[in-house]
């Protein structure tokens, strides 16, 4: 199993759509998590930080479950702008605080 | 604009050259990062410095040479670098080297090996 795992998409919805992607990991020791975004050809760009109790900054909400092991990323009322790659970060925990990435899922807002 | 600069934007260079990549940094952080993205790749660490300490080394071979002058400079020295070595580069700073530390990117440098 991949230290860490995103379904690769590309996720393509409508404007106005809800969209949500899960990002699992195999450390459980892991503590740390984080939502980049990266537009296409630029660098990755911090969306937000994960936390224990769930995270919400206006359209986005992060969630983190420890027992199964994913965090997701949920995008309400999508926009044009939104469409990018979502890039999922997990900190190999254990003492380690190398920090892991996914490969990313594209998400694709139309009109 | 960004806090991360980084130099060269593209660079293009045969198998036997000697550059240079270049990150400076205007945040105040003491952490720098450089990590290599390839086509289709999740983004690989490659080195992280601490106060100007390298603190990880993620196997990287001995054709990449990280210098770390002082907290807001880094160097990746290049050195008989082969084909697959194509790649952006990407550097970073956090404010420190630890959990729960978000880190700021530049734009990368998009190296070509000829």
């Known amino acids: 199993r991949k230290e860490v795992e995103q379904d690769p998409g590309p996720f393509n919805v409508p404007e106005g759509a809800t969209v949500a992607f899960n990002c699992t990991y195999s450390?459980?020791?892991?503590?740390?998590f984080f939502w980049y975004r990266q537009d296409c050809r630029k660098e990755p760009k911090l969306l937000m930080s994960?936390?224990?109790s769930g995270n919400e900054d206006g359209r986005f909400t992060a969630q983190l479950n420890r027992a199964s092991q994913y965090i997701s990323l949920l995008i309400r009322d999508s926009k044009l702008s939104d469409s990018a790659t979502y890039l999922c970060?997990?900190?190999?925990?254990?003492?380690?605080?190398?920090?892991?990435f996914g490969r990313g899922t594209s998400l694709i807002v139309h009109p | 604009e960004t806090g991360v600069t980084q130099t060269p934007r593209h660079l293009v260079m045969g198998m036997t050259n000697k550059k240079s990549l270049k990150c400076e940094q205007h945040?105040?952080?003491?952490?720098m990062y450089w990590y290599k993205q390839s086509a289709k790749k999740p983004l690989e660490l490659m080195f992280v410095?601490?106060?100007?300490?390298?603190?990880e080394n993620n196997s990287v071979p001995s054709r990449f040479s990280p210098e770390c002058p002082n907290s807001s400079h880094l160097f990746l020295h290049l050195h008989t670098l082969q084909p697959e070595d194509s790649a952006l580069y990407l550097c970073?700073?956090?404010?420190?080297?630890?959990?729960?530390?978000?880190?700021?990117f530049g734009d990368g440098t998009r190296l070509s090996i000829l």
């Open positions: 450390n459980s020791a892991s503590q740390s």
């Open positions: 970060v997990v900190n190999r925990g254990g003492g380690s605080y190398i920090p892991t």
């Open positions: 970073a700073s956090s404010q420190d080297w630890g959990r729960d530390q978000p880190q700021h």
């Open positions: 994960v936390y224990s």
């Open positions: 410095y601490n106060f100007k300490e390298q603190t």
């Open positions: 945040l105040g952080h003491n952490a």
